[in-house]
């Protein structure tokens, strides 16, 4: 991977980490198309990246994450992780071959798109519509939500917001929630793939930082695509509280039904 590749990789990243789209699912369909998504860096990095884009979460919502008064919020979120890091930690061998396969993101981007056509219609009357009112049993239900988004292309944004709303929540808050919760989902993720987790190197196993640190170009690749992931990330989610108060879900839909048959004929094509 070189630099312009991880600055592409990293906009990705930034622009659809808090999108329900799904961030993993463009990032292995943009992978692929440049043709590096087997490269070892560039798995580790798909990771990684998203350092960035929860540093935008904290710097946004900053007076909520060093609320230290405030236990509770921790604890929820906390619970609220349990499920993905059990599932993850069970399950990370099939979800890494999954990540492999553009043809799973194809599918499922196609078929989340026609759920988010009509979800808005599900959930008309939410009855909590600030934090504090989240309960325990709440938070640690939309976890388990969130672990939908361990098959590429489902988008762990739209399916922890989503699992709000069954909620109960109101559709702003779900997706602040959304964030908060992406803060330690993706730490967990990308701290477990730089410190845990083995990559190959010139045929030996190696953890993740010494991929990273292992030349200049790496380091590089890895420091500005968090960086480019964070100012992106931060756009992108000032665009999108708004823009779901206001109109919901269904071009969010439209646009993942149109990218599903796009490519699912790309890959019927042999072009992906």
């Not at 808090?18 to 560039?42: A, C, N, Q, R, Y």
């Not at 196609?110 to 009112?133: A, M």
Request: with cysteine; net charge neutral; aromatic share 12%.
């Amino acid at each position: 991977m070189n630099l312009l590749e991880a600055i592409i990789l990293a906009i990705v990243e930034g622009l659809t980490e808090f999108l329900p789209v799904s961030s993993t699912g463009h990032m292995v369909i943009t992978s692929s198309l440049m043709g590096i998504h087997t490269d070892e860096f560039t798995k580790l990095f798909e990771v990684a990246v998203q350092l960035g884009a929860i540093m935008a979460v904290v710097v946004l919502y900053w007076k909520k994450f060093v609320d230290f008064k405030s236990i509770q919020f921790y604890l929820k979120l906390a619970f609220a992780v349990l499920p993905a890091l059990i599932l993850g930690f069970l399950f990370s061998d099939k979800i890494d071959e999954m990540l492999e396969s553009p043809l799973t993101v194809a599918i499922s981007l196609f078929l989340g798109g026609f759920v988010l056509l009509f979800i808005d219609r599900f959930f008309q009357k939410p009855e909590i519509h600030t934090e504090p009112e989240i309960s325990f049993r709440k938070a640690i239900t939309i976890g388990f939500w969130q672990c939908l988004a361990m098959i590429p292309g489902v988008s762990r944004s739209a399916a922890s917001i989503i699992g709000g709303m069954q909620q109960q929540l109101s559709r702003s808050l779900a997706a602040e929630f959304s964030f908060f919760l992406a803060v330690p989902t993706m730490a967990a993720a990308s701290g477990y793939s730089l410190v845990l987790k083995d990559f190959q190197m010139n045929g030996t196993e190696v953890k993740g930082y010494e991929l990273v640190l292992a030349s200049t170009k790496n380091i590089t690749a890895f420091v500005v695509g968090n960086i480019v992931a964070f100012i992106v990330a931060m756009l992108a989610i000032r665009f999108f509280i708004g823009f779901l108060q206001k109109r919901g879900f269904r071009l969010f839909g439209i646009y993942r039904i149109a990218l599903g048959v796009v490519l699912l004929g790309l890959y019927m094509a042999g072009k992906l």
